[in-house]
């Protein structure tokens, strides 16, 4: 009894190399927390008043109550996406004892936020083309929330079961399942032939595409930059567990605190922005006459744009075999087009040469964006999304690309950025909303996946050689993703690239923990699908019942 209980006490006494995750937060910081989550929210209502006032468009207690609501659903989906996969980006810093874990998830957080603020918005709106057209078209109406709402739900609730087993899973993957199993359910309930056909699968393959080749960019990048790094960089301490809580050598932490910057950096420029383009959707539904249309344009952009329109409105007028007999019709008949994904057709091109027409004259009478009336607001800005999505596949479809000259390819291009200019765009106030969500999600409820990462993916402690060379290859693949517009996933590539790493350093794999990650990430798209298609029916089948 005496060897067995001196065992225990010589146990307890041993120098543990792993980090200490319990410490105790300062009374100061829950304030600090708790202030900053407050002036955010309030700033995001100020904004939303203050936009709403500006343009005439008044709106009731209940409408701006259901606004606040969506709102704080799609910034907690932001606010789970920074504990969920951000805790990757500070696992590597914490276990080789870079950072204390305290100032690491300040540390990252901050970058999470800048990384958000400086983003450039293109991952915002490749979200939102995998949307059901219809349901993008008429996202005011009771379908267009339930799928908004349904959407949010089921990826916070499929991201939160897989933290509180504490494995790492893709939040983007999570989403992109949300979305199709919302246009699935919009498909069968409209009782369409094809159930595919309610959300833009081109885009989706595009994007699953990305996501599948995450993990393996992150095993097989990180191995091989580790095994040059042993090649080249003979520095043994680089690939040895760190001795006891001893820091790494100052210029071993420079790089792996920069790594682990850049990661942090470049999920919040990529991540942060599939939040962005949700709060625009529901933006557009609840206060359409604030945010449809980019009113900031100046009045003096409106020449060059009627006549971009104009010059795209004679390409596509030069190719075409007839036009529809009116308005009305040209739209439905591009709206068939974009659904179906089939654009080269030359009645599609006599359509798409009435509606651009019918635009820019619009406009132009109007004198700017700006000066768009509210009851003209949203016919205008679904026929310009029309326009801008229908002319993108035009762009890339090579039957057409045979058909128009290369000036008039170049035409359509420039066409369709005067298009997004006008519609696609980000008030400054979401991006902050949105990064301080990402940001402050960040400093909670990250340690369940920091030890998955650091403690239960390779057999051995993680090393300084490890650590650096899978952030290096995360932040390369984010950045290089975000340049792109690709969401790809955060998660996937470091926890991958750990992985990798341990594999290249000599040290085997849990088994157990790769297949119960692998097993989430399977099971992601499918669970994700049945959730939101599940919650889109319930909400639009209570919308209906209560009367919207």
Not at 71 to 93: P, Q, W
Not at 421 to 429: D, V
Not at 444 to 472: D, F, P
Request: net charge positive; charged share 10%; proline share 4%.
């Amino acid at each position: 009894m005496a060897t067995s209980t001196l065992t225990v006490e010589a146990i307890d006494r041993a120098p543990r190399s792993g980090p200490r995750l319990d410490h105790d937060l300062h009374p100061a910081g829950r304030w600090i927390f708790l202030a900053v989550l407050v002036g955010g929210l309030a700033y995001a209502g100020f904004s939303i008043v203050v936009d709403t006032a500006q343009v005439g468009e008044s709106m009731a207690v209940g409408a701006f109550a259901f606004l606040a609501l969506a709102l704080l659903i799609a910034l907690g989906f932001e606010f789970v996406n920074g504990f969920h996969d951000t805790a990757n980006a500070v696992a590597t810093v914490i276990y080789t004892h870079a950072m204390p874990a305290p100032l690491a998830v300040v540390w990252s957080g901050f970058f999470n936020f800048l990384g958000v603020i400086l983003s450039s918005g293109a991952v915002a709106y490749s979200i939102v083309t995998l949307l059901p057209v219809d349901l993008i078209l008429h996202v005011g109406s009771a379908g267009g929330f339930a799928m908004i709402f349904a959407l949010l739900l089921a990826a916070i609730l499929w991201n939160l079961a897989t933290w509180f087993v504490g494995l790492p899973n893709s939040s983007s993957h999570a989403l992109i399942g949300s979305i199709l199993g919302v246009g699935l359910a919009n498909q069968l309930i409209t009782g369409g032939p094809d159930g595919t056909s309610g959300v833009d699968m081109a885009q989706v393959w595009k994007v699953l595409s990305a996501l599948a080749f995450s993990p393996l960019i992150g095993f097989a990048g990180a191995l091989l930059l580790l095994l040059v790094m042993k090649r080249f960089l003979r520095d043994r301490k680089l690939y040895e567990a760190p001795e006891g809580n001893t820091p790494p050598p100052r210029g071993i932490r420079a790089l792996l605190i920069g790594t682990c910057t850049a990661v942090s950096f470049a999920h919040g420029s990529n991540d942060g922005q599939k939040g962005m383009g949700l709060i625009m959707l529901i933006l557009i539904g609840c206060a359409p006459t604030a945010y449809a249309l980019n009113r900031t344009m100046p009045e003096s952009a409106t020449p060059a744009f009627v006549q971009t329109a104009r010059a795209a409105s004679a390409a596509y007028g030069a190719h075409a075999n007839g036009a529809p007999a009116t308005i009305d019709a040209a739209r439905a008949a591009v709206t068939g087009a974009l659904k179906a994904k089939q654009v080269s057709d030359p009645f599609v091109y006599g359509a798409l040469a009435s509606l651009s027409d019918d635009v820019s004259t619009r406009i132009a009478g109007y004198g700017s964006l700006g000066k768009v009336p509210a009851a003209a607001t949203s016919n205008l800005r679904n026929d310009m999304y029309l326009v801008l999505d229908t002319t993108k596949l035009v762009v890339a479809d090579k039957r057409a690309q045979s058909r128009f000259t290369a000036q008039e390819i170049t035409t359509l291009k420039s066409y369709g950025g005067q298009l997004e200019k006008g519609t696609r765009y980000i008030p400054i106030w979401v991006k902050v909303t949105v990064a301080l969500a990402l940001g402050l999600g960040t400093m909670v409820g990250w340690k369940r996946i920091v030890v998955t990462v650091g403690e239960r993916i390779g057999k051995t402690h993680l090393t300084y050689g490890m650590g650096a060379s899978a952030e290096l290859v995360a932040a390369a693949t984010i950045m290089m993703a975000d340049r792109f517009g690709l969401p790809v996933s955060t998660t996937h590539i470091l926890s991958s690239g750990v992985a990798g790493a341990s594999v290249a350093n000599g040290g085997g794999l849990q088994r157990r923990t790769i297949l119960n990650m692998a097993l989430a990430w399977i099971m992601t798209l499918p669970v994700a699908m049945l959730l939101s298609g599940g919650l889109y029916w319930m909400l639009l089948m209570l919308a209906r019942t209560l009367g919207y």
